[in-house]
């Protein structure tokens, strides 16, 4: 982990204490009773005092005191060696003097950032009309002391905010409704496998773009994208524009210690799949610098099919995604092919979504590398006799479709017009063709913006939509 944090990151979300504290001390609040710390890392705990205030930090778990000065910046840092998980309470100890502060219920466990647009903000107890399925009864049996949220309250900010709100919440009956539900769903998974406490840091933003996400440095000299001042008053959205999330709900965390990341955002960049891989690139490689880490893993959730049935529509984006999950290191995705709903962006099955982000990191950050958390995946087509040979890799123990037909291919041939196709398995490849189609040169599966999926790997879960063709016109 890197040891070295920017001035921006270590003012973290700060909060004054009205006792306990000398009045000019301020903590990071994302540290509170009933936080969970990364276990066995180098945590940083930060925050700002009057330059030359001396600070001191005790963890209970081994009595060690860690000490520093606040520099001219104000700003003081400490970074604290923290225990193996376990099942113990722990108090955590800042003082100054002979004044000090002490955060009761600590526990060490894995903790997650939780990111992403509304299908990620979506709490457990649904939006108006749009339920989360079976989340009354998982809300009523949530109660679990070793599963904690903190969500970062909504905030737009054209530069960056030193301070945030938010709180820990323990799971159960009255507070699991406000909880993420994707995240939800997938800590849970998380906590049941491995026994130990599991925290999740939440912060999404409902109609927000990947770049919203990213900090200004990192995008300055981009012509590909609008900023504040160049969007006409009246017509400003600041939750779609470059920082603005960042700044806000970001910047006030940065450097939390956590695990990795899992990230369910993209509706808002549909139209826009190219820029969006390079964006994400962008993004991981930004939060892992100010995170303090090497490489921070991100876990992404493939959009769900929605609207446009007729054509390709938001395909191209979901397709953007795979391709970030095959060519990006540290990422992985939960394919969603079986969960959209034609005329409503929110999808219900939330826990599909963040259980199967929880197999991803199970298997590759847990010891679980046998897991079978993917589908097959797509690899080539080839054409031959008027048919599309289609092969893929990662085939486990093959395909399923639950005894239903095979439905949602296409082919094309040179004139570029797709018309449906039958499709059948032979051993772990599929034929494809069409009586109106010849010569095929092109294939798609499941590439409409709404279509159920009809391809299962034998683990259940669904193969991605694909295409063989780079034809970004043919929608």
Not at 127 to 141: H, M, Y
Not at 148 to 172: M, Y
Request: hydrophobic letters at 40%; aromatic letters at 10%.
């Amino acid at each position: 982990m890197k040891k070295v944090f920017s001035a921006v990151l270590l003012a973290g979300c700060l909060t004054m204490f009205p006792s306990g504290l000398p009045a000019q001390v301020r903590i990071a609040s994302v540290f509170t009773d009933g936080m969970i710390l990364q276990q066995s890392a180098e945590a940083p705990v930060w925050g700002k005092a009057t330059p030359g205030t001396e600070i001191a930090v005790t963890g209970s778990w081994d009595g060690r005191t860690c000490k520093t000065t606040a520099g001219k910046d104000s700003i003081w840092k400490v970074s604290v060696r923290t225990p193996a998980a376990s099942l113990e309470k722990y108090t955590l100890k800042i003082s100054s003097g002979k004044k000090s502060r002490t955060f009761s219920d600590v526990l060490i466990g894995e903790v997650w950032l939780c990111g992403g647009q509304s299908n990620m903000e979506m709490p457990m107890k649904g939006f108006g009309s749009q339920p989360v399925f079976g989340s009354t009864e998982d809300i009523a049996l949530s109660s679990n002391d070793l599963l904690r949220c903190f969500t970062v309250r909504k905030k737009i900010a054209d530069t960056p905010q030193d301070f945030c709100s938010g709180s820990w919440e323990t799971a159960g009956p009255n507070t699991t409704p406000d909880f993420t539900a994707t995240g939800y769903y997938f800590a849970r998974m998380l906590q049941k496998v491995l026994g130990i406490p599991v925290g999740i840091i939440h912060s999404s933003y409902g109609g927000s773009t990947i770049e919203a996400w990213i900090p200004r440095e990192k995008l300055e000299g981009r012509t590909d994208m609008k900023v504040y001042d160049m969007v006409p008053e009246g017509e400003r959205k600041p939750h779609t524009l470059p920082v603005f999330l960042f700044n806000g709900m970001l910047n006030p965390i940065a450097g939390y210690a956590v695990r990795g990341a899992v990230w369910y955002q993209g509706e808002a960049n549909v139209g826009r799949p190219e820029q969006y891989v390079e964006l994400f690139r962008i993004m991981q490689d930004t939060w892992a610098e100010y995170w303090g880490m090497d490489r921070m893993p991100i876990y992404l959730c493939q959009i769900a099919p929605f609207r446009d049935a007729d054509k390709a529509g938001n395909a191209f984006l979901r397709e953007a995604q795979l391709r970030i999950s095959e060519t990006v290191p540290d990422t992985g995705l939960a394919v969603l092919m079986d969960c959209g709903e034609k005329d409503c962006i929110h999808p219900g099955n939330k826990k599909a979504a963040g259980e199967r982000l929880a197999y991803i990191a199970l298997a590759k950050n847990y010891g679980f590398p046998d897991l079978p958390y993917t589908a097959p995946v797509y690899k080539k087509t080839e054409f031959r006799d008027g048919k599309a040979i289609v092969s893929f890799d990662r085939l486990g123990m093959g395909f399923t479709t639950y005894g239903k037909p095979l439905t949602g291919f296409e082919v094309a041939g040179a004139d570029r017009i797709f018309h449906p196709a039958e499709a059948r398995l032979v051993r772990n490849i599929i034929e494809v063709s069409s009586d109106k189609v010849d010569e095929p040169i092109a294939v798609r599966y499941a590439f409409k913006g709404f279509i159920t999926g009809s391809l299962f790997g034998a683990n259940g879960l669904p193969v991605s939509s694909f295409r063989s063709d780079d034809w970004n016109d043919v929608y």
